[in-house]
C-alpha cells in the first residue's frame, strides 16, 4: 500500500500562485509513477499532471499546460505541483495519485492511479 498526503491548498485570488505539496510512504518512491487529478464541483475528477518514476518525463492537461508543473523530490518522498496565473475554472479539490505498476502515460491519464490521497482544496477567486 501507498500512502498518500496532499497540502498546501488554499483561497487565491485569480492570477496568484499556489503549490500542492504530496509526501508518500509505503512504497520506494522512485518506483511510483505519481500524478495530480482533480475534481471540481459537479463534474467528474480529470486528469490533471503526471510524472515519470525519475521526474524526467512530465505530462499536462491542456487545459493547465503553460502555468501548472509538476515535479519530485525522489529523497524527500513528495511532489509537486507549482500553479501559477491560477483561474476561477481551476477551483477543484486535488488529488495526488500514484501507481507502481509501470503503465502507460496514457493508461493513467485515462484510467486514473491505484493509489489516492484524500485531496486538498484549492479555490480560486475573481
Known amino acids: 500500500q501507498v500512502q498518500l498526503v496532499e497540502s498546501g491548498g488554499g483561497s487565491v485570488r485569480a492570477g496568484e500562485s499556489l503549490r500542492l505539496s504530496c509526501l508518500a510512504s509505503g512504497r520506494t518512491f522512485s518506483s511510483l509513477d505519481m500524478g495530480w487529478f482533480r475534481q471540481a464541483p459537479g463534474k467528474e475528477r480529470e486528469f490533471v499532471a503526471h510524472s515519470s518514476r525519475s521526474g524526467g518525463s512530465t505530462i499536462y492537461a491542456d487545459s493547465v499546460k503553460g502555468r501548472f508543473t509538476i515535479s519530485r523530490d525522489n529523497a524527500k518522498n513528495t511532489v509537486y505541483l507549482q500553479m501559477n496565473s491560477l483561474k476561477p475554472e481551476d477551483t477543484a479539490i486535488y488529488y495526488c495519485?500514484?501507481?507502481?505498476?509501470?503503465?502507460?502515460?496514457?493508461?493513467?491519464?485515462?484510467?486514473?492511479?491505484?493509489?489516492w490521497g484524500k485531496g486538498t482544496l484549492v479555490t480560486v477567486s475573481s
Open positions: 495519485a500514484a501507481d507502481s505498476r509501470h503503465y502507460s502515460e496514457t493508461y493513467y491519464v485515462k484510467y486514473g492511479m491505484d493509489f
